[in-house]
């Protein structure tokens, strides 16, 4: 069983930074694929970037130049720097890992981008 456990969500103002951390029950390198996906109220679950066991990431035309998806193997982590947070960014914001051709998913985390 995968375990996924977001955390470094919060609120912050137009034009600040946050950074999301996503700690794994496995090794990060064991899983084919993680991401961050963001659901807005009232909308579907969006892709944010996602990093491939090869280390190519991808990303979301609306994040690309402001955020950043990378791996930390020695704490286990995926995470996600945010830069140049707009309010449409605010979203619940979702760790996913792909293993076993199963898709394992985080609790969510908010981020609130108001002033």
């Known amino acids: ?28 390198f064991s899983f084919s694929a993680m991401g961050w996906y963001r659901q807005a109220p ?34 286990n982590t995926v995470n996600l720097q945010m830069n140049s947070l707009k309010p449409e960014d605010t979203a619940v914001y979702s760790c996913n890992a792909w293993f076993g051709g199963l898709s394992y998913w985080g609790q969510g985390s908010q981020v609130t981008v108001s002033s």
Not at 5 to 19: A, D, F, H, Y
């Open 1 to 28: 069983q995968v375990q996924l456990v977001e955390s470094g969500g919060g609120l912050v103002q137009p034009g600040g930074s946050l950074r999301l951390s996503c700690a794994a029950s496995g090794s990060i």
């Open 42 to 75: 009232g909308k579907q679950r969006d892709m944010v970037a996602t990093i491939t066991n090869g280390g190519s990431t991808n990303y979301a035309d609306s994040v690309k130049g402001r955020f950043t998806i990378s791996r930390d193997g020695a704490k």
